[in-house]
């Protein structure tokens, strides 16, 4: 349990969405601040959803809403559930979302290692560090494309079944971890959230020229100051896994941008037409 740590406070960067799914013999109910709908994948089981993007104190009340009706009426979810949290990026410009990858790939173990064991190997939250083809489609899919339209277009593309997905990028403005097991306890779920905020507030603050300067500064930042929030009690990542999480990092901040004179580097996330609260 995170419960040592976990604070109900989240950085204040924008909003998330939460996706539980449950199993459980108890009939399930619904909750303020979710909406429930049927699962066909799980058995006896239920996907609560957030009611909308939230942040901010919004959001601590749904998870404690959540955290409260699970330990009233305890859930018994599968190797079948899981958690999946998105993060709103449409104020992201384009080197930023290129950050926020890149932190996300450097810190990838630091998600798994507060997952459950089996989510490393699962085939449907696929991670960088077992697959770095999935590095490399990045760069090709999103670095290459000269236009802004295309760059963020190109990720429809993207495989669903990734530990991060990107394919939901284009069409909701969000990128999702799909990596957690059914998280049923407040304090679980508060840091799984403030751990992906903890993303984006580093791409945030952390002034640095270029990508892989911006890299560097964090391969040498403590982590317990890279994620203040959401970190196990004594958590310590294994340095061999941190390397691999180095090295994907990297190739991401250093592979080469391809713009068109229409395409300034500071073109936002910006799906057409689309707004995530609807």
Same mark, same amino acid.
């Given at each position: 349990?995170?419960?040592?740590?976990?604070?109900?406070?989240?950085?204040?960067?924008?909003?998330?969405?939460?996706?539980?799914?449950?199993?459980?013999?108890?009939?399930?109910?619904?909750?303020?601040?979710?909406?429930?709908?049927?699962?066909?994948?799980?058995?006896?089981?239920?996907?609560?959803?957030?009611?909308?993007?939230?942040?901010?104190?919004?959001?601590?009340?749904?998870?404690?809403?959540? !955290?409260?009706?699970?330990?009233?009426?305890?859930?018994?979810?599968?190797?079948?559930?899981?958690?999946?949290?998105?993060?709103?990026?449409?104020?992201?410009?384009?080197?930023?979302?290129?950050?926020?990858?890149?932190?996300?790939?450097?810190?990838?173990?630091?998600?798994?290692?507060?997952?459950?064991?089996?989510?490393?190997?699962?085939?449907?939250?696929?991670?960088?560090?077992?697959?770095?083809?999935?590095?490399?489609?990045?760069?090709?899919?999103?670095?290459?494309?000269? !236009?802004?339209?295309?760059?963020?277009?190109?990720?429809? %593309?993207?495989?669903?079944?990734?530990?991060?997905?990107?394919?939901?990028?284009?069409?909701?403005?969000?990128?999702?971890?799909?990596?957690?097991?059914? #998280?049923?306890?407040?304090?679980?779920?508060?840091?799984?959230?403030?751990?992906?905020?903890?993303?984006?507030? #580093?791409?945030?603050?952390?002034?640095?020229?270029?990508?892989?300067?911006?890299?560097?500064?964090?391969?040498?930042?403590?982590?317990?100051?890279?994620?203040?929030?959401?970190?196990?009690?004594?958590?310590?990542?294994?340095?061999?896994?941190?390397?691999?999480?180095?090295?994907?990092?990297?190739?991401?901040?250093?592979?080469?941008?391809?713009?068109?004179?229409? %395409?300034?580097?500071?073109?936002?996330?910006?799906?057409?037409?689309?707004?995530?609260?609807?």
């Amino acid at each position: 349990s995170n419960s040592a740590v976990a604070s109900p406070l989240l950085p204040n960067y924008g909003g998330i969405g939460i996706e539980l799914e449950l199993e459980s013999e108890h009939p399930f109910r619904d909750v303020r601040g979710w909406r429930r709908t049927p699962d066909g994948s799980l058995r006896d089981g239920v996907e609560y959803i957030f009611d909308g993007a939230q942040a901010g104190a919004q959001a601590v009340k749904s998870i404690q809403a959540m !955290g409260t009706y699970l330990a009233a009426t305890p859930a018994d979810p599968s190797f079948r559930c899981s958690t999946h949290i998105h993060m709103d990026v449409r104020d992201l410009e384009f080197h930023e979302l290129e950050r926020l990858v890149a932190t996300y790939a450097l810190y990838e173990n630091v998600f798994f290692d507060h997952c459950s064991p089996e989510r490393r190997y699962s085939n449907f939250c696929t991670p960088f560090f077992i697959n770095d083809a999935l590095v490399r489609m990045f760069v090709e899919r999103f670095k290459t494309p000269a !236009g802004v339209h295309e760059k963020v277009h190109h990720l429809s %593309a993207w495989p669903k079944y990734s530990a991060l997905n990107l394919k939901v990028t284009p069409a909701l403005g969000s990128v999702e971890f799909r990596g957690s097991h059914a #998280l049923t306890t407040t304090e679980d779920l508060l840091a799984l959230s403030q751990r992906m905020l903890g993303l984006k507030r #580093l791409v945030k603050t952390v002034q640095a020229d270029t990508s892989v300067a911006y890299v560097m500064a964090l391969r040498h930042m403590p982590l317990a100051e890279a994620f203040p929030q959401g970190l196990r009690q004594g958590y310590a990542p294994n340095p061999e896994d941190q390397d691999i999480g180095f090295s994907n990092a990297m190739l991401i901040a250093s592979s080469r941008w391809n713009y068109s004179e229409e %395409a300034p580097a500071t073109a936002r996330v910006q799906p057409e037409g689309f707004s995530w609260a609807e």
